[in-house]
């Protein structure tokens, strides 16, 4: 009979620690990600996945910006937009 295996969980200093580094850089290097690894006493597993899950959780809490035009910002004076000239028009 297989024993099930008891969820891991980063200790509060260990958070701590990887936010500090997250915020200092949010992609680090194999090697980066290796020492804290070994330094926090955690498998680099562990070190990896919590990076990717926090940069996702970073992008997904940001602000969405739309790239769809909404007309608001006008590029000529008078709320033309679109490059006619004032002038040329009838």
Excluded: C, I
């Excluded at 194999?30 to 020492?35: A, F, H, P, Q, T």
């Excluded at 680099?44 to 992008?59: D, H, I, L």
């Excluded at 997904?60 to 004032?86: I, K, M, V, W």
Aim: aromatic residues 8%; without cysteine.
């Amino acid at each position: 009979v297989k024993e099930k295996n008891t969820r891991f969980r980063l200790k509060e200093h260990h958070v701590m620690v990887l936010q500090s580094t997250f915020h200092a850089m949010p992609h680090p290097s194999r090697d980066v990600m290796s020492s804290l690894a070994a330094s926090l006493g955690v498998p680099y597993t562990k070190v990896r996945v919590w990076f990717q899950n926090r940069r996702t959780r970073a992008r997904l809490t940001q602000p969405r910006r739309s790239n769809r035009y909404d007309g608001s910002d006008s590029f000529e004076a008078g709320g033309l937009g679109h490059g006619t000239d004032a002038s040329a028009l009838p």
